[in-house]
């Protein structure tokens, strides 16, 4: 069961593509979202995860990743991350393994699944 205070989006409404999904909080539903986009194989990625500094360690970017898994779950998916080595603790103490690693637009990133 997510938390009251995550709430699904439909793609319209979250104006996301039509394959990904949004989700945001109800307390500040501007400030943190997180989306899921399917891949080719049997899993998704997190991708887009974003928690305003300042609300940090509060639960937020966990309840976000718990809806981003219930629902990938639900569809029968695994889910995955291509994270900030920075985040890697954040990710493990949400249920990621480290796979390996990734280049992105942005530098080195980690390749993590659950």
């Not at 593509?17 to 990625?45: N, Q, W």
């Not at 609300?55 to 981003?68: I, K, Q, S, T």
């Not at 949400?94 to 992105?104: D, K, L, N, V, W």
């Amino acid at each position: 069961m997510l938390p009251s205070w995550v709430s699904f989006l439909s793609p319209e409404i979250s104006g996301e593509p039509e394959d990904r999904l949004g989700f945001k909080t109800a307390t500040a539903p501007s400030r943190m979202t997180a989306a899921i986009a399917p891949t080719a194989r049997p899993v998704t990625r997190c991708d887009g995860l974003f928690v305003e500094p300042e609300l940090w360690r509060c639960g937020v970017g966990a309840a976000l990743v718990e809806a981003a898994t219930h629902e990938a779950r639900r569809r029968g998916l695994a889910l995955s991350v291509v994270a900030n080595p920075a985040a890697r603790g954040f990710y493990e103490r949400c249920g990621f393994s480290h796979e390996g690693e990734a280049q992105t637009r942005f530098g080195p990133a980690l390749r993590m699944s659950k």
